[in-house]
């Protein structure tokens, strides 16, 4: 049972280059996040889903863009990419409907430079 | 606006001691979670609090929820080195808004 998994753990960019951060669950979840954690910060949220077809803006989601075609995908899209969004990146999912409890990915760790 | 406050963000405690972390959220919501993250990895969860006045209990720590506080606590009892980790709570507002984190620090 996989869970959650993201794609890739690591990642250089230079500034100005574009890149997806993949996000896969097996677990049937509707709900869907995506997380920015800064050092030694906790979890700012950017974007999350709450079923194919809906997204909705958290509270940092500038410079980013999301799609939820499937239930198991939700991919985070980075557009000129800048030194601000250099974090490790997580998502999660949760069944949602009463219980929203996370289930995290391992985190993709970016830096941009 | 939406906040989820914990405190304290740091707390380095001895072997064997107790202490209790707070975590207070600022809109009415009845779905708490507790989660643990060591360095470098990813959240586990450890607690799902869904109800004013739920208790959760597993091994040396133990979670409540008062909704109508808006806050709840993670109470540990007699610390080992193993609970060193950073502690979140999260709160369903619509979205799942984390707080920042205490920083605990268990010593022998």
């Known amino acids: 049972n996989a869970g959650v998994t993201q794609t890739p753990k690591f990642r250089i960019l230079k500034i100005g280059q574009s890149m997806t951060l993949q996000c896969t669950q097996d677990?049937?979840?509707?709900?869907m996040y995506w997380y920015r954690q800064d050092p030694g910060m906790g979890l700012k949220l950017i974007y999350y889903?709450?079923?194919?077809?809906?997204?909705d803006k958290g509270e940092v989601p500038n410079g980013y863009n999301v799609s939820r075609s499937t239930t198991e995908d939700f991919p985070l899209r980075l557009e000129l990419a800048a030194p601000s969004q250099t974090s490790v990146y997580f998502c999660?999912?949760?069944?949602?409907?009463?219980?929203?409890?996370?289930?995290f990915g391992q985190g993709t760790r970016l830096t941009v430079v | 606006e939406l906040k989820v406050e914990q405190n304290p963000l740091f707390l380095s405690m001895q072997e064997g001691k107790n202490y209790t972390i707070y975590c207070n959220y600022s809109?009415?919501?009845?779905?708490l979670y507790w989660y643990r993250q060591d360095p470098g990895k990813s959240l586990e969860s450890l607690f799902v609090?869904?109800?004013?006045?739920a208790v959760k209990q597993e091994g040396r720590l133990m979670a409540s929820l008062d909704t109508k506080a808006r806050l709840s606590t993670l109470h540990i009892t007699a610390a080992v080195h193993d609970l060193s980790a950073t502690y979140f709570c999260?709160?369903?507002?619509?979205?799942?808004?984390f707080g920042a984190g205490t920083r605990l620090t268990v010593k022998p």
């Open positions: 889903s709450v079923g194919a077809g809906i997204t």
């Open positions: 999660a999912s949760s069944i949602g409907q009463g219980n929203t409890e996370a289930f």
């Open positions: 609090l869904l109800s004013n006045g």
């Open positions: 999260a709160v369903d507002m619509g979205d799942m808004r």
């Open positions: 677990m049937n979840h509707n709900y």
């Open positions: 809109t009415t919501s009845d779905r």
